[in-house]
């Protein structure tokens, strides 16, 4: 009986608190559009412009992963994990070292047009100030790992890390104050003469590119690479299927790299992303047809390379052509992409992925056309000689001041590892550790060799 009785009693008030809940969330529902509508327009800009970075700055993230299965499958099997981790930790490493210094050097107070003076360590007051942030660091680890790939297979991974930590610190971040200026106060010197580059094609781009131009010039090409005939001898990456999914990946990413470098929705977001879209397909074909004219094989891996090329040449101005002369800039990238290949073989720089130039002749060509293609005021002789201007000083920045730090690094802690680890491979003689273990049994368990 007194069973019943409780039964009763508390399928009476499941029922009571079942229809409170109910309406209480009808309730919600109805006067939540209500409420939106109270939001003033600019809050509502403010919240669309810190999820519209968001999305880009995961965009660019997921780039560093394009660029480790890039650089991966481009070097052989005994390398390809000493390459994913540079990748892996210049993400790490970039990201400390621009928050604490080179956030502040590019754009904090810039009163003299040359440094940022403040905004060190800076801890932002709002989530739109922290997706900036966030949103900067990416491009900062983005210039350090374009200059990995170009040394791999030779370099010591600790100088590696400390090369990269120092360009992520202070050598992009002082080149993109002049470019870029301040976000709070000031401006860069070269942002005043009104140079172009959009979201960073020699900022970013041909920076990195020369930086790796000075490290393949200290180190030296890799063993074998070229003959006694001084004859260019290839030397195969391990897996272009690899190198193919990174173009995707980071044809995806570019988007977000583009698309979010107004820090803006105001920004024409639909026109940069079809240039960015347009040129990378452009340079794609351009370089099929050059292969195909000069009888030579169709490489895939050139391919790869120069949509690359032509999403590098159509950053700094996708925001400010038409799409018709995105397609040239693109197209132009193409051929630039697979000249310089023979090029740089020819002059015995061993480039093991072609950043210099994928990232520095193409990332030069693309801020020069920036001005050439200015929408609204094409072929202006002043703005063309003030890109000029920025590109040549660029050069000479980056160049030499990442010529210093390697040569540095040469002299005190070494920067190249020893003919013997150069042909073991890095992955064990760096890390312990090797990629496929299935085919180098002979290097964890064989008992004629020990790590030294």
């Not at 109805?30 to 800009?45: G, H, M, N, S, V």
């Not at 739109?128 to 990416?138: D, G, H, K, Y």
């Not at 990456?237 to 583009?258: D, E, K, P, R």
């Not at 980056?398 to 040469?410: G, I, K, P, Y």
Request: with cysteine; glycine share 10%.
């Amino acid at each position: 009986m007194i069973n019943i009785y409780l039964q009763t009693f508390l399928d009476k008030h499941s029922v009571v608190a079942i229809r409170s809940v109910l309406l209480i969330i009808i309730a919600l529902i109805i006067a939540r559009p209500a409420q939106a509508t109270t939001l003033e327009p600019d809050a509502i800009k403010k919240l669309l412009d810190i999820v519209w970075i968001s999305i880009c700055a995961a965009l660019v993230f997921f780039m560093q992963a394009g660029f480790a299965l890039l650089e991966s499958g481009m070097v052989r099997t005994k390398n390809a994990i000493n390459v994913m981790m540079k990748n892996y930790t210049d993400m790490g490493f970039a990201t400390l070292a621009f928050w604490i210094i080179g956030y502040g050097l590019m754009f904090g107070t810039n009163s003299s047009g040359w440094i940022g003076t403040d905004h060190f360590l800076y801890s932002p007051n709002d989530s739109r100030e922290a997706v900036t942030l966030i949103f900067q660091i990416m491009f900062a680890a983005t210039t350090a790992t374009i200059v990995s790939g170009s040394l791999a297979e030779r370099i010591h991974f600790s100088s590696y890390v400390i090369a990269a930590t120092i360009i992520s610190a202070i050598i992009y971040p002082i080149l993109g104050s002049w470019v870029w200026g301040s976000l709070y106060n000031g401006n860069g010197w070269l942002k005043e003469l009104g140079f172009i580059d959009f979201a960073g094609s020699t900022v970013v781009h041909s920076a990195g590119g020369w930086c790796a131009l000075a490290g393949i010039i200290v180190l030296g090409p890799r063993l074998g690479r070229y003959g006694p005939d001084g004859k260019p001898r290839p030397i195969a990456g391990h897996n272009l299927i690899l190198v193919c999914l990174s173009g995707f990946i980071l044809w995806l990413g570019w988007f977000g790299f583009n698309g979010g470098s107004s820090l803006d929705t105001n920004a024409p977001i639909g026109v940069i992303i079809l240039n960015t879209h347009i040129a990378s397909s452009a340079a794609l074909v351009s370089s099929i047809l050059l292969m195909t004219l000069s009888r030579g094989p169709v490489l895939m891996s050139n391919v790869v390379f120069s949509s690359i090329a032509g999403l590098v040449a159509i950053t700094a101005g996708c925001a400010t052509m038409d799409p018709i002369f995105a397609l040239i800039t693109g197209f132009v990238a193409g051929l630039l992409m697979v000249w310089g290949t023979w090029l740089i073989d020819w002059l015995h720089l061993d480039d093991v992925v072609y950043a210099v130039p994928v990232h520095g002749f193409c990332g030069a060509w693309g801020t020069i056309a920036a001005g050439l293609f200015y929408q609204g005021d094409m072929f202006n002789l002043h703005r063309v000689s003030v890109q000029i201007l920025g590109v040549g000083v660029a050069f000479f920045w980056t160049f030499f001041s990442a010529w210093v730090l390697f040569l540095l690094l040469d002299r005190t802690i070494g920067l190249r590892v020893s003919q013997q680890h150069e042909r073991r491979g890095l992955d064990y003689t760096e890390h312990y550790e090797v990629g496929y273990p299935e085919f180098q049994n002979d290097l964890l368990h064989g008992n004629d060799w020990k790590r030294s």
